[in-house]
């Protein structure tokens, strides 16, 4: 008992420590107009920077002008308002609007998470059109959470001007969050009257094979030949911008409006790239970066149905240098598009040599050659030879099945003919 009394007086002394220690009050946030002055000096460079009053409140919003003249990466900015009307039907459903690319806006948010749902908020949401003068940049901001009404209506009579929505990964991403935050603020969201286009699809298609990423900062540098500097990390700016709301203030909210802005002008530019790879009728002549793209545009091509067109760019691919794991998924794959053009000859041909090498195609390889040997040659023990070598790799049972088949009618005496 003595012990247990020792160790509540020693527990009594420490609660009585804590309640006499005095804490320093938390730095109060600033005023409004400090704030507003505050984001106004930080982002210098932008034009049209303050606070803008709607029937719902107040927000912040900014405009950053890229000039006709000058370029981003690889790409000239002017040339973006020289794209055709039809420039994105390849890569859109039928009935996609054809209309003068100023009627396109293209847009990207910051949020303050990336797991989505009620509770994540867009605080800035970015929204880049093509003019004559070059292409413009307009973001809205939210200094608080009770600006978001505002902010939301302010985007709501921005976005009436366009007939097409161009996002990356907005698809499943930036639009559901935003209607989301719509429907909590009890507005009706905005896109139901444009034509969404998102530029992942068609990026992976193209790219996929060629990068260990397609996120967007990745294809800036390796097509648009952009490397950033000093870009805030994404998985950084929520706690950016908490740090503002909580402090007034913040050192680091201006890299997040850059960051904000590089992304939609990269959107903007690979946008002239992407659909152009999907709309030319000469695929063969098409330039490319990678060898890898080649494959990229024949797999759609044979979904499509062009197998004449993709069996052309597998061939190109093969020729131009492909690395080993993909040129042997190329030699399979057309293999079986020589098969289905009934070209017989051309497809042995590749089986042959998918056959003879260490590659992850050998055994089905060696399948498809003594099916043809079984049942187009009647030659049972050439095609027994290749039914050992795929069991050499792997056993299944359909190599098992064959094998006894092959056995059977090896065995099987022969009927003597009449001269």
């Given at each position: 008992m003595?012990?247990?009394h020792?160790?509540l007086?020693?527990?009594?002394?420490k609660?009585?420590?804590?309640?006499q220690?005095?804490?320093?009050?938390?730095?109060p946030?600033?005023?409004?107009?400090?704030?507003?002055?505050?984001?106004?000096?930080m982002?210098?460079?932008?034009s049209?920077a303050?606070?803008?009053?709607?029937a719902f409140?107040?927000?912040?919003e900014?405009?950053?002008?890229y000039p006709?003249?000058?370029r981003?990466?690889?790409?000239?900015i002017?040339?973006?308002a020289t794209?055709p009307?039809?420039?994105?039907s390849?890569?859109?459903?039928?009935?996609?609007p054809?209309?003068?690319?100023?009627?396109?806006a293209?847009?990207?948010?910051?949020?303050?998470?990336l797991a989505?749902g009620?509770?994540t908020?867009a605080?800035l949401?970015?929204?880049?059109?093509?003019?004559?003068?070059g292409?413009r940049?307009?973001?809205?901001?939210?200094?608080?959470?009770?600006?978001?009404?505002?902010?939301?209506d302010?985007?709501?009579?921005?976005?009436a001007?366009?007939e097409?929505?161009?996002?990356?990964n907005?698809?499943?991403?930036?639009?559901?969050l935003?209607e989301?935050?719509?429907?909590?603020s009890?507005t009706?969201?905005p896109?139901?009257?444009?034509?969404?286009l998102?530029l992942?699809?068609g990026?992976?298609?193209?790219?996929?094979?060629c990068?260990?990423s397609?996120?967007l900062?990745?294809?800036?540098?390796?097509?648009l030949?952009v490397?950033?500097?000093g870009d805030?990390p994404g998985?950084?700016?929520?706690y950016?911008?908490?740090?503002y709301?909580?402090m007034?203030?913040?050192?680091?909210l201006?890299?997040?409006?850059?960051h904000?802005?590089l992304?939609i002008v990269?959107?903007?530019c690979l946008t002239?790239?992407?659909?152009?790879?999907?709309?030319s009728e000469?695929?063969?002549?098409?330039?490319?970066?990678?060898?890898?793209?080649?494959?990229g545009?024949g797999r759609?091509?044979?979904q499509?149905?062009?197998?004449?067109?993709a069996?052309r760019?597998f061939r190109?691919?093969l020729?131009s240098?492909?690395?080993?794991?993909?040129?042997w998924?190329?030699?399979?794959?057309?293999?079986g598009?020589?098969?289905?053009l009934e070209?017989?000859d051309?497809a042995?041909?590749l089986?042959?040599?998918?056959a003879?090498?260490?590659?992850?195609?050998?055994?089905?390889?060696?399948?498809?050659?003594?099916k043809?040997?079984e049942?187009?040659?009647?030659?049972?023990?050439?095609?027994?030879?290749f039914?050992?070598?795929?069991?050499?790799?792997?056993?299944?049972?359909?190599?098992?099945?064959r094998?006894?088949r092959?056995?059977?009618?090896?065995h099987?005496?022969?009927?003597?003919?009449l001269l």
């Amino acid at each position: 008992m003595a012990d247990l009394h020792a160790q509540l007086a020693i527990l009594r002394a420490k609660i009585a420590t804590m309640e006499q220690r005095t804490f320093q009050p938390a730095t109060p946030r600033p005023s409004q107009p400090k704030i507003t002055q505050a984001l106004e000096d930080m982002l210098d460079g932008w034009s049209q920077a303050g606070e803008v009053e709607t029937a719902f409140g107040k927000h912040f919003e900014c405009e950053r002008l890229y000039p006709a003249y000058r370029r981003h990466g690889n790409v000239d900015i002017g040339s973006l308002a020289t794209l055709p009307t039809n420039h994105l039907s390849s890569l859109a459903d039928e009935g996609f609007p054809q209309c003068n690319p100023g009627h396109w806006a293209f847009l990207d948010t910051e949020t303050t998470g990336l797991a989505g749902g009620s509770g994540t908020y867009a605080f800035l949401v970015g929204v880049g059109r093509i003019t004559s003068d070059g292409f413009r940049v307009k973001q809205f901001f939210m200094r608080d959470f009770s600006e978001e009404a505002s902010m939301l209506d302010a985007l709501t009579r921005h976005l009436a001007d366009f007939e097409v929505l161009i996002t990356y990964n907005g698809r499943a991403y930036d639009q559901p969050l935003l209607e989301t935050r719509y429907r909590m603020s009890r507005t009706c969201p905005p896109f139901s009257k444009m034509a969404h286009l998102d530029l992942l699809f068609g990026a992976r298609r193209l790219w996929k094979l060629c990068f260990d990423s397609c996120r967007l900062v990745e294809l800036e540098y390796q097509i648009l030949g952009v490397e950033r500097e000093g870009d805030i990390p994404g998985s950084l700016i929520p706690y950016v911008y908490f740090e503002y709301v909580r402090m007034g203030h913040s050192p680091r909210l201006g890299p997040v409006f850059e960051h904000n802005t590089l992304d939609i002008v990269t959107l903007a530019c690979l946008t002239a790239i992407v659909p152009r790879a999907f709309q030319s009728e000469g695929w063969d002549m098409l330039p490319a970066r990678h060898p890898a793209e080649w494959v990229g545009l024949g797999r759609w091509l044979r979904q499509a149905g062009q197998l004449d067109q993709a069996t052309r760019l597998f061939r190109k691919a093969l020729t131009s240098g492909l690395a080993d794991e993909l040129t042997w998924r190329t030699m399979w794959d057309l293999a079986g598009l020589e098969r289905k053009l009934e070209k017989p000859d051309s497809a042995l041909a590749l089986y042959a040599e998918l056959a003879g090498a260490d590659n992850p195609f050998r055994p089905a390889a060696c399948e498809e050659l003594a099916k043809h040997y079984e049942h187009k040659e009647r030659n049972p023990a050439m095609a027994m030879e290749f039914v050992l070598i795929a069991m050499e790799v792997e056993v299944n049972p359909g190599l098992v099945k064959r094998k006894a088949r092959l056995e059977a009618k090896m065995h099987k005496p022969r009927s003597l003919r009449l001269l």
